[in-house]
């Protein structure tokens, strides 16, 4: 076999569901020398790693830590802790994440009753209510920032359901964390998990967890072990926590380098990061649709990270992402699931999130579609983006 050449990496504009772009000190901080993972320096950075997610959580939860493994890990490790064969969990579906939620639960031996929503809308708190049809719970999950569809969730109502239904709340925190306030203490989720190639501009390969007092609570009550030893929390918080029984050897890299995008997450200030993302979004958005291009969640839902755009008629979707790949470097995503080859995504993530961005986006969409013949004023939507 011949060997190949060191990998060269492509200079690329990430804009898509994630990754988003990870910033020169993230980067700088990942090739840092590797020491080992039980040295007393490494520890304290693990402790500070610990504090600053809760920092981005907005929570006190003593039981906040990173599981080693993308957001689905995380989505994983949420649903094995807390489920014990035969518990009834509902789940709110309205994308791809939804759906993946409740095969999770399934697997993890809960009896699981699905309450489907309209994709591209937020879920409707009474559909949840009647799909629970009087019964009790042990678990409602929903997802608050649905990648598949761009819609942000209200979790107010859905808490007050999970109340009713005496269930404790899981939310889905992927796409929210660092981007849109999530307050798992002010809005009583009892347990979430994140991700880190999204909101929060890290490389993938964490997924930051929390749970709160009453979610730990029922994880110590429960008659079966956790059928997952990997993901285990309780033996996790063993090495997490300040015995340091070893469990398995932390990615020791990647934890520099989610320990410096989470210091630049709250040196810019959570508020500020929100009102960046939120204005951005805005910004595009008009452009957007100076271009005649049609969003497809209403205003009011819509996920200011990610923004889902109807295809037109006669457009050739996969073409268009492969025209602003070539002549841009630019990558935004396709559609999942019901949106499959009717609509792109466009991600503004965390460093992603820059005004610069828009006006490349909507620049090359512009010419994108101005090369299959449908008419586009670029000018126009850089002054409608530029209004915002
Ligand atoms: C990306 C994402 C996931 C899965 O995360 P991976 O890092 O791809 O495993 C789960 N939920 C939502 C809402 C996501 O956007």
């Not at 320096?41 to 790693?49: H, T």
């Not at 005496?166 to 809005?187: C, E, N």
């Not at 285990?232 to 015995?243: A, F, P, R, T, V």
Request: proline fraction near 6%; charge should be neutral; hydrophobic fraction near 45%.
């Amino acid at each position: 076999m011949s060997v190949p050449a060191s990998f060269s990496v492509p200079e690329r504009i990430l804009m898509g569901p994630g990754p988003s772009h990870v910033p020169a000190t993230v980067l700088g901080a990942l090739a840092r020398p590797t020491i080992g993972h039980l040295d007393p320096e490494f520890l304290a950075l693990m402790d500070q790693v610990r504090d600053m997610l809760r920092g981005v959580f907005q929570t006190q939860n003593q039981c906040t830590l990173p599981m080693s493994g993308t957001g689905s890990a995380g989505m994983e490790t949420c649903l094995v802790n807390l489920v014990e064969p035969g518990d009834r969990v509902l789940v709110g579906v309205n994308g791809v994440f939804g759906t993946r939620l409740a095969e999770v639960a399934r697997r993890a031996g809960a009896e699981v009753t699905v309450a489907e929503g309209e994709w591209g809308r937020a879920l409707d708190p009474a559909a949840l209510e009647k799909a629970a049809a009087g019964r009790k719970y042990q678990l409602v999950c929903v997802v608050h920032a649905e990648t598949s569809t761009g819609v942000l969730q209200p979790i107010e109502p859905i808490r007050q359901l999970a109340d009713r239904l005496g269930a404790l709340l899981v939310a889905d925190t992927v796409t929210s964390l660092g981007g849109v306030p999530v307050q798992l203490d002010a809005r009583g989720i009892d347990a979430s998990y994140s991700g880190t190639q999204k909101c929060l501009s890290s490389p993938p390969g964490f997924s930051p967890v929390s749970f709160s007092p009453r979610a730990v609570a029922k994880l110590e009550a429960r008659k079966t072990p956790v059928q997952s030893w990997y993901l285990d929390l309780s033996l996790l918080l063993k090495y997490w926590g300040q015995e340091r029984v070893y469990h398995h050897t932390a990615p020791i890299n990647s934890l520099y380098g989610l320990h410096e995008s989470l210091r630049l997450a709250l040196a810019e200030g959570l508020e500020a990061r929100f009102e960046r993302h939120r204005k951005h979004a805005a910004a595009l958005a008009a452009g957007l649709s100076a271009l005649g291009l049609e969003l497809l969640v209403p205003a009011a839902e819509r996920l200011p990270p990610l923004t889902l755009v109807s295809v037109p008629r006669g457009i050739d979707e996969a073409k268009v992402r492969k025209y602003l790949l070539e002549e841009f470097s630019l990558e935004i995503g396709g559609g999942l699931g019901k949106f499959k080859g009717n609509a792109w995504r466009i991600g503004l993530m965390g460093a992603s999130s820059t005004r610069r961005n828009v006006s490349l986006c909507l620049t090359a969409l512009g010419q994108a579609l101005a090369a299959q013949g449908h008419q586009a004023s670029v000018s126009e939507a850089l002054a409608a983006a530029a209004a915002v």
